[in-house]
Structure formats: structure tokens, C-alpha cells
């Protein structure tokens, strides 16, 4: 919608510019209608004008990658990248096998780029996994009208973070 708006008010400068006969008037509506379609396409593209960034954090239990016989609790983890990691652990308590977990996507560069996953020895009694997202959303429907394109992927990142317990082991391969 905002391309709308812009090239309507293009318009409207151009009419000022070139049809009004009053000098002044034109000079004064043609400045005004080309200022504001600036301002608004600058503020859109550079200040997100309408959003905000909103965080969401969700956590659930993981288990660990060893057979349930297994007196020993691990999860196995692969550096990928500087501060990156594929994680295997189960997901469920019953699983006969671990999963490969955040193992980027090479075929959409630009949505693995936006997701990492680390993992960090702390102080817990459970082993989970913690998925903070940051994205843009609107901060009204009237800015959603206005801003919103067909197929924006709004997201500025997505971050996973497996918190082992102190007695787990972490198997790096």
C-alpha cells in the first residue's frame, strides 16, 4: 500500500509542479508532496517506521542422544561456522534415535544466515532448549495496511540455546 501512496503523491507533485498556475502554490504543493514521499519511503527502509521489534522466547525439555540404558546423559554437538553448532539430542524421552537439530538450510542462504544454535554447560537439573526469535511486527493494523508486502519474512533472527546440565557430557565431533 505504500507504493500506492508514494506514487500518488508523486503525482500530486508532479500536477503542482507542472499544472498549477500559481506560482507559489506550486512551488509550495509540488515541495510538500515530493517531501513527504521521501520522508516516508526513507523512514520505511531505514527505521522500520510502523514496527518494532518484539522477542519471543520458548523453551522445552530435551533428552539425551545415549541409549535410556545408559547410565551416562550426553548430547553430541558439531561446530559449523564461528559461533554455530548442529545439536543431537531426542525430543522425546522414548525416541530410539537422536535427531540432527538446526542443521542449516544451504538452499535458503538467507534464512540460515538469520539461525544459530549454541549450547552452554549451566546449572540446571534438565537439559532444554531455549528459541529466542526477533522479528519486526506492526505496531497497529493501520501500519499493517499501509506496510505489509506480500511475502515479508519479518524476521531478524532466530537463536537456540541447549542448556546442559553440569553432570551431561557434551560430545564435540
Do not use: C
Amino acid at each position: 500500500m505504500l507504493i500506492w501512496i508514494i506514487a500518488g503523491l508523486v503525482f500530486l507533485a508532479f500536477v503542482s509542479w507542472f499544472f498549477l498556475k500559481n506560482r507559489l502554490a506550486s512551488y509550495l504543493l509540488g515541495t510538500t508532496f515530493s517531501l513527504l514521499a521521501v520522508v516516508l519511503l526513507s523512514l520505511n527502509m531505514s527505521q522500520h517506521f510502523g514496527m518494532e521489534k518484539s522477542v519471543t522466547t520458548t523453551r522445552h525439555e530435551v533428552y539425551s542422544a545415549l541409549p535410556a540404558q545408559s547410565p551416562v546423559k550426553a548430547v553430541a554437538v558439531k561446530k559449523i561456522g564461528e559461533k554455530n553448532y548442529v545439536l543431537v539430542y531426542k525430543n522425546h524421552q522414548n525416541d530410539q534415535q537422536a535427531d540432527k537439530h538446526f542443521v542449516p538450510d544451504t538452499s535458503e542462504v538467507v534464512k540460515a544466515v538469520k539461525r544459530s544454535a549454541n549450547y552452554e554447560k549451566a546449572n540446571v537439573s534438565k537439559a532444554t532448549v531455549e528459541t529466542k526469535t526477533v522479528k519486526w511486527t506492526y505496531k497497529s493494523d493501520l501500519y499493517r495496511f499501509l506496510f505489509k508486502q506480500k511475502n515479508e519474512d519479518n524476521v531478524v533472527s532466530i537463536r537456540h540455546t541447549l542448556m546442559v546440565p553440569e553432570n551431561w557430557q557434551v560430545i564435540e565431533k
